[in-house]
């Protein structure tokens, strides 16, 4: 085979790998999105300070990913990132919150914040 044929091939071969890669990453983050956009919180427990944070001036950001239940009541939650300190804070919190009612069970991805 000569090097044209070799280099074409190579880039056909690159195009298709990108179209694939394009592909998965379209399919897995738009049922992402539709889930998440159409359901609404209708009860929000704020989360409590923790003393320890508040001793030790700890601030930042949680983020959870929730699984709802058709009912509206969270089923599980997912810790994707925060202090351990104000993770159990925010756990305890949302898992009293209560999303209107759906025809099935749904993700939602939040964050909390702990300032000062």
Do not use: H
Request: charge should be positive; proline fraction near 5%; include cysteine.
């Amino acid at each position: 085979m000569n090097v044209k044929g070799r280099r074409a091939r190579r880039w056909t071969r690159s195009v298709l790998w990108s179209c694939v890669l394009v592909a998965f990453s379209l399919f897995s983050y738009y049922p992402f999105q539709a889930q998440s956009a159409t359901r609404k919180i209708k009860t929000r427990i704020e989360p409590e300070y923790p003393e320890l944070a508040r001793k030790n001036n700890i601030t930042g950001t949680t983020r959870m990913e929730l699984l709802v239940g058709p009912d509206g009541r969270v089923k599980d939650v997912k810790v994707l990132g925060g202090n351990p300190v104000l993770v159990q804070a925010a756990v305890a919190a949302v898992k009293k919150w209560k999303y209107e009612p759906a025809s099935e069970e749904s993700t939602v991805v939040v964050k909390i914040d702990f300032g000062s």
